[in-house]
C-alpha cells in the first residue's frame, strides 16, 4: 500500500531530509510519529502528492509518484487520497452540504449529492447539511471534514493530528470514528500525531503499523542528517 | 465552478457591494456618453434628411442651419420670395423647398412651405388630407397628441416661435390633416401654406388684409431648403448664394459636424470622468481579490488538496472578478440606458433636440468587453497569488 526507498527531500534554504526506507503492508493502517521539526510534514506532503520527488521512489496506493508531474499528481491526489487536516478548513462562505461538492469540484466533475446523503447519514450529521461551519460544533466540524475526505471514496485516508485541541472522551470518540470509517470505506487509514492518548489508544491495535521520525532537519552544508525510522514496529 | 465563484464573492458582500457599485457607475458613465452621442448622432441626421444646403439671411450658417433643419434656434431674417425663383433656376438645383417662419402653436412651430416639403423626409399622412389654400393646417403627429386637436378643428397661432406671444386671434388654422409619426422633426411642426403665414402677417403688421394676387416680388420666406443635382454644386452653389446681396448659406452636414465637434468636449469631460471611475473601480477590485486571496488561503489550499489544479483555484478567483463585471456590466448599461431614456424625456418636455431611435448602438459592446478586461487585469495578480499558494501549509503545525 505505502513503500518508498532512497526518498530524500531538499529546500532551497539548504535544509535536506532523508528517509530511511519504509514499507507498509495492505490492510494495516499506519501512525506517523515525529517532533516539531522532525520531517513529519515534508513526509505527509510527500505521501500526499504536494510536494513532488525529488530523489528516491515511492509508491503510494500502487502508484509510483515520483514519476508523476504536477497535474499527474493533482489528479491522482484527488482520486485516490482524502484529507482530514488539523485546522478543518471548511468553507465559512458554503453550507455542509456545498463544503461536500467541493472536492467533485476540484476534480472538474458535478456534485455528487448521493454519496453526501450516504456519508452525512453515516456519520450521524444528516441534519447539518444546511448549516454554515459556523454554527457546527469541533466534533460536527471534523464529521464534517471526514465526510469530505471519504467523497471521492479513496484509497488513502490520511488525518493530521486528529485530536488536537480535543479533551480525552472527544479525541477517543474521533479516533473511534475515523478507524470504523476507514474500515467501513475499506481505505488505509494514516495518522500522523505526537497525542500520547492517541498512541496509546493505537498500540493496543495488532492493524495499526507505527513509525517514528526522530530528531531535528541537519543542515545541508553538513551531512544530510537521515531519519531513521522505527519500522514496522509490531 | 460559477456557483463557488459566486459564493465567494458575496462572502463579503459590503466590499463587493461597493466595488460593484464603482464598475456599476463608471460603465453607467460610458454607456451613457456612447449611447447619448450615438443617438444625437443618428438624430441630427434623420433631420439632415436630404438637404444639402440652406438659404437664408445673411447670419450666423450654425443659426440658419439649427433654425431651417432642426427648427431649434430663431432663423436670421427673411429672404425676398423671388430669390426661390433663382434657386429653381440654377442647373446645379434638383430642388429647392421654401420654408416660412414666425409663428408658434403651443410651442410647436407653424411652418409655411409647400408640400415637397413631406417629401424631403418621406413624411406620410396618418389622417386627413394636405392644405390645399391658406388658413388650412396639417399637424405633426407629437402636436395632434400633445395638442388633442384633430381633423375639423380649429386653432390661432400666436406670434413668435416661442409660447407667450400674441395670439393671432382673428385667424383660425381649420386641421385639416394629421401626420403619421416618423420620428422626425416633423413630427413637431404645424405645416400649412405659405399663403398662410403671408395672411397672418400682413394683418398682423399691417392691419391690411392680404389680397389675392398680391405682388410677388414684395412677398418673403425665412428659409430655402435646397437639395443638389450633382455633388458638384457643393462646391459651387454656396459660393454662389453668398455672393447674392443679403443671402447666407448653410451646409447642414458640414454644420453639424461642428457642431458634433462643439458638443464632443462635454462628451470627452464626461467619457474621462467615467474612465476615471472605471480605474478606481479597477484598483478597488484588484484590493479585493487580494485581500480576499489572502483571507481564503486555507480554503483556496483545500481546493488544491482535493486535487483541483493550481490553474482551477486561479480560474475561481478571475471568475469571481468577471461575475463581478458581467453585473456591473448589466446595471451599467441599465443605468445608463435609463440616462439616455432620461434625457430623450427631458429634451422632448423642452421642445428641444430629439434623440434618434436606437436599439443596441455598436459602441455598446464596448461596455461588457471593457468591463471583462477590467477584471481580467485587476485579477491577474490575485490569481496568480493564488495559483502560487503553497498548499503543504495545510500539513503543517497551525503557528
Given at each position: ?30 501512525l506517523?510519529?515525529?517532533?516539531s ?16 520527488v ?14 508523476l ?89 490520511l488525518?493530521d ?12 470518540h ?24 492517541v ?10 503499523a ?7 532537519a541537519?543542515?545541508?552544508s ?13 | ?123 406620410k ?20 397628441r ?11 397661432g ?79 452653389l ?52 487580494l ?76 461596455v ?32
Amino acid at each position: 500500500m505505502l513503500a518508498w526507498g532512497g526518498l530524500r527531500h531538499r529546500y532551497a534554504v539548504g535544509v535536506e531530509i532523508a528517509y530511511a526506507d519504509f514499507a507498509l503492508a495492505a490492510g494495516r493502517h499506519l501512525l506517523l510519529r515525529g517532533a516539531s521539526g522532525s520531517g513529519k510534514s515534508t513526509l505527509l506532503a510527500l505521501l500526499a502528492g504536494l510536494l513532488r520527488v525529488q530523489q528516491g521512489e515511492l509508491e503510494v496506493a500502487g502508484t509510483e509518484l515520483h514519476n508523476l508531474g504536477p497535474r499527474e499528481l493533482d489528479a491522482w491526489r484527488g482520486a485516490t487520497l482524502g484529507v482530514v487536516p488539523q485546522r478543518l478548513h471548511l468553507s465559512g462562505a458554503l453550507t455542509v452540504a456545498e463544503n461536500l461538492a467541493l472536492p467533485a469540484l476540484a476534480a472538474g466533475q458535478g456534485a455528487d449529492r448521493e454519496r453526501a446523503a450516504e456519508l452525512l447519514s453515516a456519520l450521524d450529521i444528516a441534519e447539518l447539511a444546511g448549516r454554515r461551519p459556523h454554527q457546527l460544533s469541533v466534533g460536527q466540524a471534523q464529521r464534517v471534514a471526514l465526510a469530505r475526505a471519504l467523497m471521492r471514496r479513496p484509497r488513502l485516508l490520511l488525518a493530521d493530528e486528529p485530536s488536537a485541541s480535543l479533551d480525552d472522551e472527544h479525541a477517543l470518540h474521533m479516533l473511534a470514528l475515523l478507524l470504523t470509517t476507514a474500515e467501513r470505506e475499506g481505505c488505509t487509514l494514516i495518522i500522523a500525531s505526537h497525542d500520547s492518548r492517541v498512541i496509546d489508544a493505537l498500540s493496543e491495535r495488532d492493524d495499526v503499523a507505527e513509525l517514528v521520525l526522530p530528531g531535528q532537519a541537519g543542515d545541508a552544508s553538513a551531512d544530510p542528517m537521515t531519519y531513521w525510522s522505527s519500522g514496522v514496529t509490531r | 465552478m460559477i456557483r463557488l465563484a459566486w459564493r465567494y464573492l458575496w462572502s463579503s458582500p459590503l466590499t463587493t457591494a461597493l466595488n460593484l457599485l464603482l464598475l456599476t457607475l463608471g460603465l453607467a458613465a460610458v454607456t451613457f456618453v456612447l449611447r447619448a452621442s450615438a443617438q444625437v448622432e443618428a438624430g441630427l441626421k434623420r433631420d439632415l434628411a436630404s438637404i444639402d444646403l440652406v438659404v437664408g439671411a445673411k447670419g450666423s450658417p450654425m443659426q440658419i442651419m439649427l433654425a431651417g433643419v432642426f427648427h431649434l434656434d430663431a432663423p436670421t431674417g427673411n429672404i425676398p420670395l423671388a430669390t426661390l425663383a433663382l434657386l429653381r433656376k440654377q442647373p446645379l438645383v434638383a430642388q429647392a423647398v421654401p420654408l416660412s417662419l414666425g409663428d408658434s402653436f403651443r410651442g410647436y412651430r407653424i411652418a409655411g412651405t409647400t408640400p415637397d416639403y413631406l417629401e424631403l423626409y418621406g413624411g406620410k399622412l396618418g389622417q386627413g388630407a394636405l392644405w390645399t389654400k391658406a388658413m388650412q393646417a396639417v399637424l405633426g403627429a407629437e402636436v395632434a397628441r400633445s395638442s388633442g386637436l384633430k381633423v375639423g378643428d380649429r386653432f390661432a397661432g400666436s406670434h413668435g416661435l416661442a409660447e407667450g406671444g400674441g395670439a393671432h386671434g382673428d385667424h383660425l388654422f381649420e386641421v385639416v390633416g394629421v401626420l403619421a409619426e416618423s420620428g422626425s422633426v416633423l413630427d413637431r411642426l404645424v405645416l400649412t401654406d405659405l399663403a398662410s403665414v403671408w395672411e397672418v402677417h400682413e394683418e398682423h403688421h399691417t392691419g391690411e388684409a392680404h389680397e389675392e394676387g398680391a405682388d410677388d416680388d414684395k412677398r418673403e420666406i425665412t428659409l430655402a431648403l435646397v437639395r443638389y443635382r450633382s455633388p458638384l454644386a457643393a462646391v459651387m452653389l454656396p459660393r454662389w448664394v453668398n455672393a447674392q446681396d443679403g443671402l447666407q448659406s448653410a451646409a447642414p452636414a458640414l454644420e453639424t459636424a461642428r457642431l458634433m465637434r462643439l458638443v464632443g468636449a462635454g462628451t470627452e469631460v464626461l467619457r474621462g470622468f467615467g474612465i476615471v471611475l472605471l480605474i478606481a473601480a479597477g484598483l478597488s477590485v484588484w484590493v479585493a481579490l487580494l485581500h480576499a486571496v489572502r483571507a481564503r488561503q486555507g480554503d483556496l489550499a483545500m481546493l488544491r488538496m482535493l486535487g483541483a489544479p493550481a490553474s482551477r483555484v486561479a480560474t475561481l478567483i478571475a471568475l469571481e472578478a468577471l461575475l463581478l463585471a458581467g453585473l456591473a456590466a448589466v446595471l451599467g448599461l441599465a443605468a445608463g440606458h435609463g440616462l439616455v431614456a432620461t434625457l430623450q424625456m427631458l429634451l422632448a418636455e423642452r421642445q428641444s433636440l430629439r434623440l434618434g431611435a436606437l436599439g443596441w448602438s455598436e459602441a455598446e459592446w464596448l461596455v461588457p468587453l471593457m468591463a471583462a478586461g477590467l477584471a481580467l487585469i485587476a485579477a491577474a495578480w490575485p490569481a496568480w497569488r493564488a495559483y502560487r499558494l503553497d498548499v503543504t501549509t495545510l500539513l503543517q503545525a497551525p503557528r
